[in-house]
């Protein structure tokens, strides 16, 4: 095959090690510790590069950004064909969508993980890093930019989300499906993304921050973000993008302030819509200077708000709808 794949390490699960019965520690083996445990394919060159071990609840906007630098070196070798990314579980969809939407290089970057760490019985952890490395350099995945490769499917970075805590099949895309499978080492495609979505980011990600949104709730919370250095707020409302009608007066507050606030549903599958016209509504929020989130969900909505604010002041009332 005479490929070349750069594997870059972040920690996670799938670097543990047990430190006593029953309890593990994220990110304990190395990379090169990692690749040596696994059964990787004697026909592609791997290089592997440990940018940090961590849990992946320890990775903010500033190891994102760190990531997303250690990635950018690796294409600046002409040589590589792909890119794999080892993350812990928890937050592995927002950093995956995070580099979909901020590296624009046609080859392929694969984020893969697993559910149990490298010593437990029945382990994902090299079946998944295997099949990543596969995914990296199919070419039929070329230009379909940040993919996660989890229980032996492909998964678009932008719907991906992790759907069960421990079961092995612990991410699915709902009402998306998956783009392909690896089979016995054949990497099968069966859809891809019309367009893939690049924008510019900065040298620093504005506070954005999320609320979820239920029956009575009040606009205390939003009254406190907005006191802050908050710049934008996420609504994660319920079915079409409907909030009670206690919130309303301080999300009015929170515009007037200059914050972005995007309404997103708690719903698996549909967009955000003006389908009523009462106090809380999808509708009466907009008229307020609310945007629509599409059918975004809000850790996605976050990432992509934060990611365009760091380089704009305004947001242009269509970017949820790309």
């Known amino acids: 095959m005479n490929k070349k794949v750069s594997l870059i390490t972040t920690g996670g699960t799938i670097a543990s090690k047990e430190v006593s019965k029953g309890l593990l520690k994220s990110g304990a083996i190395s990379g090169r510790e990692l690749a040596a445990l696994c059964q990787l394919p004697e026909e592609i060159e791997v290089k592997v590069i440990d940018v940090f071990q961590l849990p992946s609840m320890h990775i903010g906007f500033d190891k994102m950004l760190q990531l997303r630098e250690a990635i950018q070196t690796e294409l600046e070798d002409e040589t590589v064909d792909g890119i794999v990314v080892t993350h812990g579980t928890d937050t592995l969809e927002e950093t995956a969508y995070f580099l979909d939407l901020t590296i624009s290089d046609d080859r392929t970057i694969v984020v893969t993980g697993s559910q149990r760490s490298p010593d437990e019985v029945g382990t994902d952890v090299y079946s998944n890093l295997r099949n990543s490395i596969y995914v990296s350099v199919d070419e039929n995945l070329k230009g379909v930019g940040t993919v996660v490769v989890f229980n032996e499917r492909i998964y678009t970075a932008k719907y991906v989300k992790k759907v069960h805590t421990s079961n092995l099949q612990g991410f699915d895309s709902f009402g998306h499906g998956y783009l392909g499978i690896i089979d016995n080492d054949v ?116 990432i992509k708000l934060a990611v365009v604010l760091s380089l704009a002041k305004e947001v242009d009332i269509n970017t949820f709808n790309k």
């Open 187 to 302: 990497v099968s495609v069966y859809q891809k993304p019309i367009s893939h979505e690049v924008h510019q980011v900065g040298a620093r990600l504005p506070r954005v921050e999320i609320i979820k949104c239920y029956s009575g709730q009040d606009g205390h919370m939003i009254d406190l973000l907005a006191e802050g250095e908050t710049a934008g707020i996420i609504l994660e409302a319920a079915g079409r993008g409907q909030v009670s009608p206690h919130m309303v007066e301080a999300i009015e507050r929170a515009v007037q302030k200059g914050i972005t606030v995007v309404l997103t549903t708690s719903a698996e599958e549909g967009k955000s819509y003006p389908s009523y016209s009462y106090p809380g509504s999808a509708h009466d929020l907009m008229l307020k200077g609310v945007l629509l989130g599409s059918d975004y969900d809000s850790k996605k909505a976050r």
